[in-house]
């Protein structure tokens, strides 16, 4: 969610705002309990793991401290959310365990086969070219290793509805949202087996009510002193579209999961 303070979509305010909202470190939905529910089954303990869009190093603070990761590499494109992550992992005392690093949109930096699991919480919405991502993901897991992952999708292949158009101008977030059926051919034709995509928006439909709460009553003098009532008044305009869209389904916040087989 975004007011074009800077050149960056992720600007201090917008991270200070969705903080204050989703919890520290937390730049998505749910904070460390939905995480929790994403990674749900899938054993992180000594594994190494590629944390894409890792934003402000929250998670990857969380998947090595309560997951046991042995390692984590986060990557973003953007600076201001991994100078935020570099001092959360300084702080943490979590600098051998973890690193973040800025990367430039299209295939990752890495060799094949570098990565146990690859993760990723609502950032890959970013990234339109599903397919793409797919292969990419796969050629960075090891065989056997799993792709964990949490998306904002749209609930079908056609065009916008308008009331999705106007949340999705609103947002100004470049989002390239993907639906279910799409996601589920691109891991396949990369690859991948055991798929299981679990739609969230039910879930959201509700937390986001109460978000949209939040910031009309309870936050909303705090918010105002510390970003501005413009800024503020946006973003309630940015929710109150996105519950729209929520309740109708179209909005489809979604649990991803897929595994490269041991070949």
């Known amino acids: 969610m975004d007011t ?34 994403v990674v749900s089954g899938v054993d992180f303990s000594g594994v190494t793991v590629l944390d894409i869009g890792c934003g402000v190093g929250g998670i990857d603070v969380q998947l090595v401290e309560q997951f046991g990761a042995a390692y984590v590499t986060g990557v973003d494109v953007e600076d201001t959310v991994l100078a935020s992550a570099r001092q959360r992992i300084v702080a943490a005392g979590l600098g051998d365990r973890i690193g973040v690093a800025k990367v430039a949109p299209g295939p990752l930096p890495f060799p094949p086969h570098t990565f146990d ?28 290793g799993w792709f964990v992952a949490s998306d904002w999708l749209i609930g079908h292949d056609g065009e916008p509805s308008p ?24 891991l396949e034709a990369a690859g991948f087996t055991d798929i299981s995509i679990t739609s969230r928006h039910e ?6 009510r109460h978000e949209l709460a939040l910031m009309q009553g309870s936050l909303h003098d705090r918010a105002v002193a510390e970003f501005g009532a413009p800024f503020v008044e946006h973003n309630i305009e940015i929710w109150t579209r996105m519950i729209d869209v929520l309740a109708t389904g179209e909005h489809r916040p979604t649990h991803l999961r897929a595994r490269r087989n041991e070949n």
């Not at 919480?121 to 990419?136: F, G, R, T, Y």
């Open 4 to 37: 074009n303070l800077d050149s960056e979509l992720y600007h201090s305010d917008l991270i200070g705002l969705l903080e204050m909202i989703w919890g520290d470190g937390m730049l998505s939905p749910g904070g460390p309990d939905e995480v929790a529910r």
């Open 117 to 144: 699991i690859v993760f990723s919480k609502d950032s890959i919405v970013h990234i339109a070219d599903k397919e793409a991502l797919a292969a990419d993901v796969f050629r960075l897991l090891r065989p056997g």
């Open 163 to 186: 009331a999705m158009r106007e949340y999705l101008v609103a947002e100004g977030l470049e989002f390239g949202m993907a639906s279910p059926d799409r996601y589920r051919r691109a």
């Open 203 to 208: 879930w959201y439909a509700e937390t986001a």
